[in-house]
Nanobody, 118 residues
Framework: QVQLVESGGGLVQPGGSLRLSCVAS????????VGWYRQATGKQRDLVAR???????NYADSVKGRFTISRDNAKNTLYLQMNSLKPEDTAVYYC????????????WGQGTQVTVSS
């Protein structure tokens, strides 16, 4: 099975920055899309950012201009640089790797907690 391991979460003050990492057991470029989702307490899991095999990216409106997704195929690692963090960014962030259609493969990491608070 595909293993995804996130790291880099923690407690940060509003306006601060964090960089999340996701290390995959398989080659990242082998998936149709890889990305980050987040789930706040009591809320659904929503897309934060994703990057497709062709290099195209997609961001949630709430993070555009603040977050940047990138990948290092040689290291099988996905990154999420988060700047200008806000309290509403507080959530568990999950790494995802999937094929389209998702029935052909949809893999998730354990998640890493990001808390933005003074």
């Amino acid at each position: 099975q595909v293993q995804l391991v996130e790291s880099g979460g923690g407690l940060v003050q509003p306006g601060g920055s964090l960089r999340l990492s996701c290390v995959a057991s398989d080659r990242i470029f082998g998936f149709d899309t890889v990305g980050w989702y987040r789930q706040a307490t009591g809320k659904q899991r929503d897309l934060v950012a994703r990057i497709s095999s062709d290099g195209s990216t997609n961001y949630a409106d709430s993070v555009k201009g603040r977050f940047t997704i990138s990948r290092d195929n040689a290291k099988n690692t996905l990154y999420l640089q988060m700047n200008s963090l806000k309290p509403e960014d507080t959530a568990v962030y999950y790494c995802n790797a999937a094929h389209f259609p998702k029935e052909e493969g949809d893999y998730w990491g354990q998640g890493t907690q990001v808390t933005v608070s003074s």
